[in-house]
């Protein structure tokens, strides 16, 4: 299979040290094509050696990146994934500026099904029986971050960092995997702040969880 060249605009936390990279492809033909580069089954997530340059450095956000992929992932639900030639290097071979982002704007009518009050975070697996869209770059509304440890309840003192959002008239509440984010809010403190700075939310529907939903993340803020 060919080389597929993307625009990164997704290097965000999976299951440490594995990344979840999307990006759009910028090679004629199928510009504007979301592609998930992917491990083979049943791990699927990218090391830190996997998605390497050949100096040893990893990718950046709204790098263009030529990757060698041996062939389509036969996933359940998401249609993006590409199973990536793991002895290649990846390659830059280009940046764009954040401007460019306005055309690469998705325009779904929401995210996903919705439902699961107050955050409108997850899908049921009953519901992701088929290949369908599972990345969109989005433009939200009224944005707020805030960091807190949801779990403490359960024993779990892990501060998570969540974004809150208008698009299309609802509310959602998401999980953010983009670690630079996460690193920023968490040094601020717990409690809500201010997301004045953004323009776009890469959003992703994730694996399925154990718990039987698969949820929706934000994986980029730009």
């Not at 080389?3 to 997704?10: D, E, F, G, H, W």
């Amino acid at each position: 299979m060919p080389s597929k060249r993307i625009v990164c605009l997704a290097n965000s936390r999976k299951h440490l040290p594995l990344r979840c990279i999307a990006g759009k492809s910028v090679r004629n033909g199928d510009a504007g094509t979301w592609i998930r580069p992917v491990n083979a089954p049943p791990e699927r997530g990218i090391s830190p050696a996997d998605c390497a340059y050949e100096d040893g450095s990893i990718p950046n956000a709204l790098d263009v990146i030529r990757i060698e992929i041996l062939h389509a992932d036969q996933h359940i639900f998401q249609s993006e994934n590409f199973v990536i030639d793991p002895t290649r290097y990846w390659e830059k071979v280009d940046e764009i500026g954040p401007s460019e982002l306005a055309d690469m704007v998705d325009d779904p009518g929401s995210l996903w099904e919705l439902g699961h009050p107050p955050y409108n975070d997850r899908v049921s697996s009953l519901l992701l029986t088929r290949h369908r869209p599972t990345l969109y770059l989005i433009r939200p509304e009224n944005v707020q971050f805030r960091v807190e440890a949801e779990g403490a309840r359960f024993n779990n003192p892990r501060r998570k960092v969540r974004a809150f959002f208008s698009y299309g008239n609802v509310r959602y509440g998401l999980s953010v995997t983009d670690t630079a984010i996460e690193d920023h809010f968490r040094a601020q403190g717990d409690g809500l702040h201010s997301g004045d700075f953004v323009s776009y939310f890469t959003v992703s529907l994730a694996e399925l969880h154990t718990d039987g939903y698969a949820y929706k993340v934000i994986a980029a803020v730009f």
